[in-house]
C-alpha cells in the first residue's frame, strides 16, 4: 500500500488556516479590511482577554446578500477577484478568498449582515468549518462578524498565544496602522469594554496620526506631497529633531496598505542623509499611490510583503518627495529676543544682557531719584592677591603630573569613601550645562608649571615602584595621550574606559541599580508591539533602574531612571532604544536583557568622544584606568594601547 495520504477536509483546512490566522491581531487584519472591501465610512472593532475569546468586527459597508453568505465561508470563495487577468490589477486589500474560511475552521464564527437591497437580513453560525445555522435577522444594512474561541479545536496553537495584554496590544498595533492606512474611515476599537482608539474619519491624516499616536508625536511632523513618475507620495516624515533611536515608527502604505518596503526606507532615509544625529532613523507615515499593476501583492499569505515592476521610480519618487519636504518643511525654529525693556539708561551704554536684566530691576525698584545707572564692570579687589587664569593654549600644554598605583597619593581632606564619582555627564535633575573648560576659569595647582621633572637626584617619593606619568593631552576630543616613565606613551579611549567603568559599577549594585525620581514623569509613545514588551519588562528595567508605569495607548511613563544617565531628554531616547531591543530580545534570558540594558545605560552615560574634558577630568579618567585595570569596554573593544617610544623611533627611521 502506498504511503502518501490525501488529507481529509478538515485537516487540510486547519493547515490552510495556519497561514492566514496567526493570532486574534491576524484575524482582526483580515476582517477590517474585508469592512473596508466593503466600503464602510466606520468599524468598530472589540475584544475581550486580548481577542482570544470574543471579537466582534461592526461595519456600515455594502452587507453580504442571503445567497452569498455560505459561499463566502468557502476556501478560494470571493467577490474581488474573476479571472488571471484581474490578479494583475488588485485595487483591493483581499483577493485571495481565504480569510473567512480560514477565521471559520479555528473557532465558533456568527454573521448578521444585510445588503441595502434586501428587506431581511441574514443570520449565519459557523463552528470548526461546519455551518449551525441559517437564519432571517433584523439588522441595519452592513455586517458584523463575532469570532469566539479562537484555536479551541487546535491546542497546539493556542500554546502559542500570548497573554491576554500582548495579544490586546498586537490587535491595537494592527488597527493602529489600518486606521493610518484609510483616515477616510472612521475606527474604532474598544478592549474590554474601554475605548482605546477612535480615529474621526474625516479623511485627513494628521487628524488619524493625532489619534494614534498622540499629540507630542504629531506635532513633529512635516508634511510630505508630492508626484514623480506616475508615483504619488503624500503623509508624513519627523522633523529631524524628533528622529528617533529605531525603525518602529517608519510606516509605509501602498494604495492602501501597510507594507514592509525595503525599498521605500532606504530612500527616505537616503533624503535625511545629513540632517540627523548618526545613530537616530526618522519616523514616518508615508502613502505611495501607484498604478495596481506596478506592484504585486500577491507575495506573502499576509499581503504584508509587495514586490515591485520597477523598485527605481518607487525610491525616486521616495527620495524626492522627502527632500522636498525637508527642504520646505525643516526651516529652523525662529528665535525672537526680547527687546530690552524700555530704560533711561544713557544711549551710550551697552550693557551686557545678563547685566541689563539686573539693572532693569533696579531701575524699577529706585527712587526716581536715582534711576539713571551705569553700567558698571567688575571691580578688581585691590586687597586680594590677582588670580592667576591661565589660557586654555597654556593648560593644554602644561604637563600634569601624575602618580599611579602605590605611589599615588590622595588628598587626605577627601578619602577615598566620599570622593564624588567621576561624573562627566550632566545630571537630569538639575540640567545644568557643564560649563566649559575655558568659562570654568580652571585654577591649575600651580607647581606643575615650576616643577622640575623628577630626576633620579630628586625622586618624587621616597622609593617609587613605577615611573610617573605625564598628560601630554587629548587627541581628537577623544583619545587621552600620557607618557609613562620614559619609554612609553599611553592611549586610552575616553569614552570606552568610562563606559566600562559605569558598566561594573551598574553590574556592582546587583540588580538594584541607584535610581534617580525625574521631576516631572517624561510619558513615551511607543509602537503597540515595543509597548507590550516594555511592560512584560517592567521587573528587570526596574532593576537596571528605571521606573516605568502603564499610561495606556502605547504610551508609558517613565518616573526613574538609573543615577548614571545622562540629561533628561535623553531619557525619551533611551527607553525608545530599549524597547526595540526587548521586543527583539523575547528569547533572551532576564540576565541576558539586564546585561543589555546596563551596556546602553552605560554607553549613553558615558563621556561621548569629542565631548569637551577639562584636564582634570581626564587626569582622573586616567587614573581609574589604572587603579581599576580597566583594559576592554563592555563591546570587548580595547580600553588602551601603548606605542613605545622604540616603534616611535623606528617609524622616525631612527633606529
Ligand atoms: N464585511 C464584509 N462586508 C461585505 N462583504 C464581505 C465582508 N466580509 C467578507 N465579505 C465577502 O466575503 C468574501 C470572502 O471574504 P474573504 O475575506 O474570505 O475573502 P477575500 O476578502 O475576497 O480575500 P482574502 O482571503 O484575500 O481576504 C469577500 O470576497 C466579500 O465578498
Ligand atoms: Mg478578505
Known amino acids: 500500500?502506498?504511503?502518501?495520504?490525501?488529507?481529509?477536509?478538515?485537516?487540510?483546512?486547519?493547515?490552510?488556516?495556519?497561514?492566514?490566522?496567526?493570532?486574534?491581531?491576524?484575524?482582526?487584519?483580515?476582517?477590517?479590511?474585508?469592512?473596508?472591501?466593503?466600503?464602510?465610512?466606520?468599524?468598530?472593532?472589540?475584544?475581550?482577554?486580548?481577542?482570544?475569546?470574543?471579537?466582534?468586527?461592526?461595519?456600515?459597508?455594502?452587507?453580504?446578500?442571503?445567497?452569498?453568505?455560505?459561499?463566502?465561508?468557502?476556501?478560494?470563495?470571493?467577490?474581488?477577484?474573476?479571472?488571471?487577468?484581474?490578479?494583475?490589477?488588485?485595487?483591493?486589500?483581499?483577493?485571495?478568498?481565504?480569510?473567512?474560511?480560514?477565521?471559520?475552521?479555528?473557532?465558533?464564527?456568527?454573521?448578521?449582515?444585510?445588503?441595502?437591497?434586501?428587506?431581511?437580513?441574514?443570520?449565519?453560525?459557523?463552528?470548526?468549518?461546519?455551518?449551525?445555522?441559517?437564519?432571517?435577522?433584523?439588522?441595519?444594512?452592513?455586517?458584523?462578524?463575532?469570532?469566539?474561541?479562537?484555536?479551541?479545536?487546535?491546542?497546539?496553537?493556542?500554546?502559542?498565544?500570548?497573554?491576554?495584554?500582548?495579544?490586546?496590544?498586537?490587535?491595537?498595533?494592527?488597527?493602529?496602522?489600518?486606521?493610518?492606512?484609510?483616515?477616510?474611515?472612521?475606527?474604532?476599537?474598544?478592549?474590554?469594554?474601554?475605548?482605546?482608539?477612535?480615529?474621526?474619519?474625516?479623511?485627513?491624516?494628521?487628524?488619524?496620526?493625532?489619534?494614534?499616536?498622540?499629540?507630542?508625536?504629531?506635532?513633529?511632523?512635516?508634511?510630505?506631497?508630492?508626484?514623480?513618475?506616475?508615483?504619488?507620495?503624500?503623509?508624513?516624515?519627523?522633523?529631524?529633531?524628533?528622529?528617533?533611536?529605531?525603525?518602529?515608527?517608519?510606516?509605509?502604505?501602498?494604495?492602501?496598505?501597510?507594507?514592509?518596503?525595503?525599498?521605500?526606507?532606504?530612500?527616505?532615509?537616503?533624503?535625511?542623509?545629513?540632517?540627523?544625529?548618526?545613530?537616530?532613523?526618522?519616523?514616518?507615515?508615508?502613502?505611495?499611490?501607484?498604478?495596481?499593476?506596478?506592484?504585486?501583492?500577491?507575495?506573502?499569505?499576509?499581503?504584508?510583503?509587495?514586490?515591485?515592476?520597477?523598485?527605481?521610480?518607487?525610491?525616486?519618487?521616495v527620495y524626492h518627495g522627502v527632500k522636498t519636504a525637508l527642504n520646505q518643511g525643516d526651516t529652523p525654529v525662529a528665535v525672537a529676543l526680547k527687546k530690552p525693556a524700555q530704560t533711561i539708561l544713557s544711549p551710550f551704554a551697552q550693557p551686557e544682557p545678563a547685566a541689563q536684566l539686573r539693572m532693569d530691576i533696579s531701575v524699577s525698584q529706585a527712587p526716581s531719584s536715582e534711576r539713571v545707572v551705569a553700567p558698571t564692570r567688575p571691580q578688581v579687589d585691590a586687597a586680594k592677591p590677582p588670580v592667576r587664569n591661565f589660557a586654555v593654549h597654556d593648560v593644554q600644554k602644561m604637563p600634569i603630573r601624575m602618580d599611579y598605583g602605590m605611589n599615588y597619593v590622595r588628598p587626605a581632606s577627601a578619602p577615598e569613601a566620599e570622593k564624588p564619582e567621576l561624573s562627566l555627564a550632566p545630571s537630569p535633575v538639575e540640567q545644568k550645562a557643564v560649563p566649559s573648560f575655558a568659562e570654568q576659569n580652571v585654577k591649575l595647582p600651580e607647581p606643575p608649571m615650576e616643577q622640575e621633572p623628577p630626576t633620579a637626584a630628586q625622586p618624587l617619593t621616597e622609593e617609587p615602584a613605577c615611573q610617573p606619568e605625564r598628560l601630554i593631552g587629548e587627541a581628537f576630543g577623544t583619545y587621552i595621550i600620557l607618557q609613562r616613565g620614559k619609554d612609553e606613551l599611553v592611549f586610552i579611549d575616553k569614552h570606552a574606559a568610562h563606559e566600562r567603568m559605569l558598566y561594573e559599577k551598574l553590574k556592582a549594585q546587583g540588580g538594584q541599580a541607584v535610581q534617580q525620581m525625574l521631576l516631572s514623569p517624561v510619558p513615551v509613545t511607543l509602537e503597540k508591539g515595543e509597548y507590550t514588551a516594555v511592560l512584560e519588562a517592567k521587573e528587570t528595567l526596574a532593576q537596571a533602574g528605571f521606573e516605568i508605569d502603564d499610561f495606556g495607548s502605547g504610551t508609558v511613563l517613565v518616573r526613574s531612571v538609573p543615577l548614571v544617565l545622562g540629561a533628561e531628554e535623553d531619557v525619551a531616547d533611551a527607553l525608545m532604544e530599549m524597547a526595540g531591543y526587548l521586543l527583539n530580545a523575547k528569547n533572551d534570558i532576564t540576565t541576558e536583557k539586564l546585561d543589555w540594558l546596563y551596556h546602553n545605560v552605560a554607553c549613553r552615560a558615558a563621556v561621548k568622544a569629542g565631548d569637551e574634558s577639562s584636564p582634570q577630568e581626564l587626569v582622573e579618567l586616567a587614573q581609574r584606568v589604572e587603579r581599576e585595570d580597566v583594559r576592554y569596554c563592555p563591546h570587548g573593544r580595547p580600553v588602551s594601547f601603548v606605542l613605545t617610544k622604540k616603534e616611535l623611533e623606528h617609524q622616525f627611521g631612527r633606529i
Not at 492566514?20 to 475584544?47: C, H, M, Q, W, Y
Not at 449551525?132 to 500554546?159: H, Q, W
Not at 516624515?237 to 521605500?264: C, D, E, L
Open 1 to 317: 500500500m502506498g504511503k502518501i495520504n490525501v488529507l481529509d477536509k478538515h485537516v487540510a483546512e486547519l493547515i490552510a488556516a495556519g497561514e492566514v490566522v496567526e493570532r486574534p491581531s491576524s484575524v482582526i487584519k483580515e476582517l477590517v479590511e474585508n469592512s473596508i472591501d466593503a466600503g464602510s465610512s466606520a468599524v468598530t472593532v472589540e475584544i475581550k482577554n486580548g481577542g482570544i475569546s470574543y471579537i466582534r468586527v461592526t461595519d456600515n459597508g455594502c452587507g453580504i446578500a442571503r445567497e452569498d453568505v455560505p459561499v463566502a465561508f468557502l476556501r478560494h470563495a470571493t467577490s474581488k477577484v474573476r479571472e488571471q487577468d484581474d490578479l494583475e490589477n488588485i485595487g483591493t486589500l483581499g483577493f485571495r478568498g481565504e480569510a473567512l474560511a480560514s477565521i471559520a475552521a479555528v473557532a465558533r464564527v456568527e454573521l448578521i449582515t444585510r445588503t441595502k437591497q434586501e428587506l431581511a437580513g441574514t443570520h449565519y453560525v459557523i463552528s470548526g468549518g461546519e455551518e449551525e445555522l441559517c437564519e432571517d435577522a433584523g439588522c441595519a444594512p452592513g455586517s458584523t462578524i463575532l469570532v469566539r474561541d479562537l484555536f479551541y479545536n487546535t491546542p497546539a496553537r493556542m500554546k502559542f498565544l500570548k497573554k491576554d495584554m500582548a495579544e490586546g496590544n498586537a490587535v491595537a498595533g494592527v488597527l493602529d496602522k489600518i486606521a493610518l492606512s484609510h483616515p477616510e474611515i472612521s475606527i474604532r476599537f474598544l478592549r474590554d469594554s474601554r475605548e482605546t482608539l477612535h480615529t474621526p474619519g474625516d479623511g485627513k491624516l494628521r487628524s488619524a496620526i493625532y489619534s494614534v499616536y498622540g499629540k507630542e508625536f504629531s506635532s513633529g511632523l512635516i508634511p510630505v506631497d508630492y508626484e514623480l513618475n506616475g508615483v504619488k507620495v503624500w503623509g508624513f516624515v519627523s522633523k529631524p529633531a524628533y528622529a528617533r533611536p529605531n525603525r518602529s515608527m517608519q510606516q509605509f502604505y501602498i494604495n492602501g496598505r501597510y507594507v514592509k518596503s525595503r525599498t521605500a526606507m532606504v530612500a527616505m532615509e537616503e533624503a535625511f542623509k545629513g540632517s540627523l544625529m548618526v545613530g537616530k532613523v526618522p519616523a514616518c507615515v508615508l502613502h505611495l499611490a501607484i498604478a495596481p499593476s506596478a506592484v504585486d501583492v500577491n507575495v506573502h499569505p499576509a499581503k504584508i510583503e509587495v514586490r515591485f515592476l520597477n523598485e527605481k521610480p518607487i525610491f525616486e519618487a
